[in-house]
């Protein structure tokens, strides 16, 4: 019997010391969440769709991931001050301002400088024309769009995670790696998923049904802002600096080798988490240093 086998033994006989509630908690701590590229888009303000295409609603030809978001059939140009990017696809609804989510290599080609931003984050997006036939708009709406964690609030109390919160993800694509600094999105009108833009996801081999782990949890609580009108995140116990903490209820050698790999130094143990003898081994081996919260 390899240690795999050993931890795995280890989590069901704890999730079924906790019973119930508890148990159905810890094993959706390891839930897979599906993991998706979110290739270039543009969302138009209603202003701007009257101007680019004279319509006044934009019409849903195919449902996206995310509930009520979906692929319209308007497409248009962008054009920066180097390159143009065609056939760029427009999501609905419509927003109160224009966007433009574009990935680095993206702004690039375009010539742009733009700010990585979570959606919504506008005030200093780059400034880019968009082109439909004949007609041109010139707007401060390019961002690289961060990447981020869709859930809802069910998700968010069984993962042990708020809005606003970063975790790091295991992406488990042909090329696995892991994604820090990823915020935590909670709205009701939300589905489990993680967003990441092309060069991300073509980093990480993400293909058609590939699926990601969260491996990490900010012990800062909220490392990022929220967005403008969502709840911030709850307040955490304070923690050593630069401490890193873990969802869950046990903590494995797996767990500290991915530590190790984002370049984590100290681990926080929280008060009714286990480590496992070899994951302390091994983290004396990688000189994580452990903290034990009371």
Not at 153 to 181: K, T, W
């Amino acid at each position: 019997m390899d240690q795999n086998q050993i931890e795995a033994i280890v989590r069901e006989v704890l999730s079924r010391l906790q019973g119930g509630g508890s148990s159905k908690s810890s094993a959706c701590c390891d839930k897979p969440i599906p993991a998706e590229m979110s290739a270039r888009h543009v969302h138009l303000s209603q202003e701007d769709l009257r101007e680019l295409f004279g319509l006044e609603k934009l019409e849903c030809v195919r449902n996206i991931s995310q509930p009520g978001q979906f692929l319209s059939g308007c497409r248009v140009r962008l054009i920066g001050p180097k390159g143009i990017l065609e056939n760029v696809a427009v999501l609905g609804p419509t927003r109160g301002k224009t966007q433009v989510e574009i990935s680095a290599t993206d702004a690039r080609t375009l010539g742009v400088s733009a700010p990585v931003r979570l959606s919504g984050e506008l005030s200093d997006a780059a400034e880019i024309t968009l082109q439909a036939g004949n007609k041109l708009i010139t707007r401060k709406a390019a961002i690289i769009a961060r990447r981020h964690l869709h859930m809802t609030p069910a998700d968010a109390a069984a993962f042990g995670v708020s809005n606003g919160q970063c975790v790091s993800v295991r992406v488990m694509g042909s090329r696995p790696l892991i994604l820090e600094d990823v915020p935590v999105r909670v709205t009701e009108a939300s589905a489990l998923a993680l967003h990441m833009d092309t060069d991300e996801a073509n980093a990480a081999g993400a293909g058609k049904d590939c699926t990601c782990r969260i491996v990490g949890v900010s012990a800062t609580g909220a490392c990022c802002a929220p967005s403008s009108g969502a709840p911030r995140a709850a307040e955490h116990p304070a923690q050593p600096q630069g401490c890193t903490t873990l969802p869950g209820k046990l903590i494995t050698e797996f767990d500290i080798k991915s530590l190790h790999a984002q370049g984590a130094t100290a681990l926080c143990v929280a008060k009714g988490q286990l480590i496992t003898p070899l994951a302390r081994d091994t983290a004396k081996a990688l000189g994580i240093t452990l903290s034990f919260g009371g």
